[in-house]
């Protein structure tokens, strides 16, 4: 039985998803950005204590068909910024083919139902991946902006600062400026 989720973003809401669904004596099958099949059918006792664990965390299941639409959408948009390899294809045509749907038609629902456009959810999902790079990865700023699909490393300064008011560098040196800091005060409470 497949179970939509909405609020699925890493790979921690996948092993928490994977927990939960244990926790109910039920056996995954698969767990993705998004959705869980569960090998056994689910009742709605078990769906309803699900979505309480679930809830604990921020997740929640979804039910609607226009909900599991979006859910889907974005999972696919998740999918495409998370392949290992470069998808040679633009993203409008990757989430047509992958959900079998033209485009306007997704971009419409999506825009309807979130208020937000698919372009502008990719955007702020491109800019959290970004930070979490720079904080994280040991990567230059074009190996970012390549892995995040932008033509290159000045569209992708440009498109940081617009979105987080800070150059890419900038938010690169407050984290060794806190890093420093930590230093500094451990350094301070070893001498004292």
Do not use: W
Not at 95 to 109: M, V
Not at 161 to 178: A, D, Q, S, V
């Amino acid at each position: 039985m497949k179970i939509y989720i909405r609020n699925m973003a890493c790979e921690s809401c996948k092993d928490y998803v994977t927990r939960s669904v244990k926790k109910l004596r039920l056996s995954p099958l698969s767990v993705e950005l998004g959705e869980v099949i569960i090998k056994e059918k689910i009742t709605a006792v078990q769906k309803e204590k699900l979505n309480n664990l679930l809830r604990e965390v921020g997740l929640e299941i979804v039910e609607n068909k226009g909900g599991i639409l979006i859910q889907r959408i974005k999972s696919m948009v998740h999918q495409y910024l998370n392949s290992s390899g470069r998808v040679k294809v633009n993203f409008s045509n990757y989430l047509s083919r992958q959900l079998d749907l033209d485009y306007n038609y997704l971009s419409n629902a999506f825009s309807e139902l979130e208020a937000n456009t698919i372009t502008n959810y990719m955007n702020q999902v491109k800019m959290e991946k970004a930070k979490e790079m720079i904080l994280l990865d040991d990567l230059t700023m074009s190996e970012i902006a390549e892995k995040l699909y932008y033509s290159n490393s000045s569209h992708f300064s440009t498109q940081f600062k617009k979105t987080t008011g800070h150059t890419p560098t900038y938010f690169k040196n407050l984290k060794e400026k806190r890093r420093y800091t930590i230093q500094q005060f451990s350094n301070e409470r070893v001498g004292t």
